[in-house]
């Protein structure tokens, strides 16, 4: 793996549990809806990646689940957001805003001086 994969992966997962909040955030999802706009989005993700961080997210309260059942095959596992999960929610949005507002002052005036 080259270095620019390499920090762009490490990018990428630094920002999916803020992702999957924001994906939660108005409804819930099974986790195949999940990596699909986690997919359309360009944060490709796979379900060995999924699932270990939406037990973690899960076992952090940060988020819940319950069973639905399917037409189509066994029954599927619906996550939604809990009320401590959006009040982390809310302090990713914030920091994230803050973070890509300094990031661009610095990289803009850096791009200035090129």
């Not at 990713?92 to 791009?111: A, C, Q």
Request: charged fraction near 25%; glycine fraction near 6%; hydrophobic fraction near 30%.
């Amino acid at each position: 793996m080259s270095i620019n994969n390499n920090i762009e992966s490490q990018m990428r997962k630094g920002v999916l549990e803020f992702c999957i909040l924001s994906i939660l955030g108005d409804d819930q999802a099974y986790a195949s809806d999940i990596i699909k706009q986690l997919k359309d989005a360009k944060l490709i993700v796979v379900e060995g990646t999924l699932y270990p961080l939406l037990t973690r997210m899960k076992n952090s309260g940060l988020l819940s689940y319950h069973w639905e059942e399917s037409t189509q095959g066994p029954p599927r596992k619906y996550y939604s957001i809990t009320k401590d999960g959006q009040k982390f929610h809310k302090q990713l949005s914030e920091t994230w805003e803050n973070m890509v507002s300094s990031v661009n002052t610095i990289t803009n005036k850096n791009s200035d001086n090129v």
